[in-house]
């Protein structure tokens, strides 16, 4: 599985953006996708999850509430959108597949995209 992201870009404090995940690769639809992100001098931080058909999302409790993850098997797409924004979420944000279910664990992800950066500005 190859995965891209996009969608990112840099926007005012309480604003939204909708990043996308790009996948390849037939068996897309077996493989749970994780948002992750990182800024400057952090740890990847996991942002949250979603399972393989979609049915099942997790997310970081801090987030909750703002950021909502979906996917479409048909399009081999996942989907972060984030509303709210505030000045902490800058960082640039990674996808991520792995067969496991609910995993939070960064390195247990098998497949990377490259990121995408998120700047929110006060």
């Known amino acids: 599985v190859q995965l891209q992201a996009s969608g990112g870009g840099s926007v005012q404090a309480g604003g939204s953006l909708r990043l996308s995940c790009a996948a390849s690769?037939?068996?897309?639809?077996?493989?749970?996708v994780g948002w992750f992100r990182q800024a400057p001098g952090n740890k990847r931080e996991f942002v949250g999850a979603?399972?393989?058909?979609?049915?099942?999302?997790y997310y970081a409790d801090s987030l909750k509430g703002r950021f909502t993850i979906s996917r479409d098997n048909a399009r081999n797409m996942v989907y972060l959108q984030m509303g709210s924004l505030k000045p902490d979420d800058t960082a640039v944000y990674y996808c991520a597949a792995d067969r496991s279910w609910p995993e939070l664990r960064f390195a247990e992800y098998d497949y990377w995209g490259q990121g995408t950066q998120v700047t929110v500005s006060s």
């Open positions: 979603i399972s393989w058909s979609g049915g099942s999302t």
């Open positions: 690769g037939r068996t897309f639809s077996s493989y749970a």
